[in-house]
């Protein structure tokens, strides 16, 4: 068993008081929008195993099977196939979706073949690597996810009374469904100049209105929270295509290739594959590759289905996906023992109360709230114990 040492990252967008309070810590007055646990070589988590720190990646890269075990480097190859984090959003992300793994490899291998630099601010694809996401909220949280139905999408936006969204109303109720979608974002992806300002700012001083008044959901004030951070920025408009979304402690979105998204605010764990493949279509001044974009997006109107957990017979509530780099569930710990076997790598992170890990050979580990420790697979088994403490739990599916 490995404490991890683990890094913020203090993206702009980050709440300031979440994670500090998450780890016990005071608040510097700093956003800290990011808690990074893993093997991912821009942050590792660190471990000391009476040597003085060391980058989990580097001792996974010094003996992957001792590690990780042999199921899963035979599977996933000689690394952690996951980022495990802390997410914090005390405003906007950016509205975003992910490739497919062979849109991913095909976009990086043309990238590397042009000699555009990985680091250049317009490079699309920084990995080969695909990037399906799972997130759970710990407290209540919001964001925009996925495509509204056209019509419905249209009626919004009808509902907001701004002449300058008329022809994408229109454009929305004269075609099918994906059609009409495709079309509508890549309009309001070519808005410039005079005619983007207006169109922006009229639909933000609506949204303002719309929330001022009855908004039973919150959705106008959601929008109404992006234009102000946002001002003048396309992307507002973009998002009244999407689904505006509430997730309360426990519940769990999964992102998969091409879904397109936006976090607006609140705090949940989030795990991933490794990769920083992103496509922005709005709240960011980053790079939008429109084209690029618009081949990667899947049109496809849909409510977002939330994921609440599964529990089995030994009292883990797991959050079901459809791929195998990462799984991802809880423990609500009332007392009983729990189990934990070794054959697959695991980092357990304790969001609440305190809990006592034993190890077969008798060694015990108190995780306290905020903490975070590495199981390797070495094939032993881990007793979880604890009254009143939540714990996540980070591990692939073999």
């Known amino acids: ?51 003085g720190r060391t980058g989990l990646d580097r001792l996974i890269e010094a003996d992957p099977v001792g590690e990780l075990g042999a199921a899963s480097v035979a599977k996933f190859g000689p690394a952690l196939p996951f980022l495990f984090k802390v997410l914090a959003a005390g405003l906007p992300l950016s509205i975003q979706a992910h490739p497919t793994l062979e849109q991913a490899r095909a976009g990086f291998a043309a990238e590397e073949a042009r000699g555009v630099p990985v680091e250049a601010p317009h490079r699309n694809y920084k990995d080969a690597n695909h990037k399906p996401e799972l997130f759970c909220a710990l407290d209540e949280f919001e964001g925009l996810c996925g495509f509204r139905a056209p019509a419905e999408a249209a009626a919004l936006m009808e509902s907001l009374a701004v002449p300058e969204l008329t022809p994408l109303i229109e454009l929305l109720r004269g075609k099918p469904q994906s059609e009409a979608l495709s079309a509508a974002l890549a309009t309001i992806l070519s808005l410039t100049g005079e005619a983007a300002e207006r169109a922006v700012a009229a639909t933000a001083a609506a949204l303002e209105r ?22 003048g920025d396309t992307g507002l408009i973009a998002a009244l295509l999407l689904n505006h979304i509430r997730l309360q402690p426990g519940e769990a979105l999964y992102l998969g290739a091409g879904l397109v998204h ?38 496809t109107a849909s409510r977002p289905d939330v994921l609440r957990p599964v529990t089995d017979t030994d009292g883990e509530q797991l959050y079901p996906v459809p791929i195998d780099e990462f799984r991802l569930s809880r423990y609500l710990l009332d007392g009983t023992a729990r189990a934990l076997p070794g054959r697959a790598p695991q980092i357990l992170l304790c969001t609440g109360g305190s809990a006592l890990l034993t190890g077969s050979d008798g060694t015990a580990l108190t995780l306290a709230r905020g903490q975070s420790v590495f199981l390797k697979a070495d094939g032993t088994e881990t007793t979880l114990a604890g009254d009143g ?10």
């Open 1 to 51: 068993m490995d404490r991890l040492t683990n890094t913020v990252r203090p993206y702009a967008w980050g709440s300031v008081h979440a994670i500090p309070a998450l780890l016990g810590v005071p608040a510097d007055g700093a956003p800290q929008a990011e808690l990074w646990l893993g093997a991912h070589p821009g942050d590792p988590s660190q471990v000391d195993r009476g040597e």
């Open 210 to 231: 719309a929330a001022a008044g009855s908004d039973p959901t919150g959705q106008y004030a959601g929008y109404a929270f992006a234009a102000r951070e946002f001002p």
């Open 262 to 299: 936006a976090y607006l605010r609140g705090t949940g764990v989030e795990i991933m594959a490794n990769s920083d493949n992103v496509l922005r279509c709005g709240f960011t001044p980053k790079h939008v590759d429109v084209p690029e974009l618009l081949k990667v997006v899947d049109f």
């Open 389 to 398: 403490a939540t714990v996540f739990r980070a591990t692939v599916t073999l």
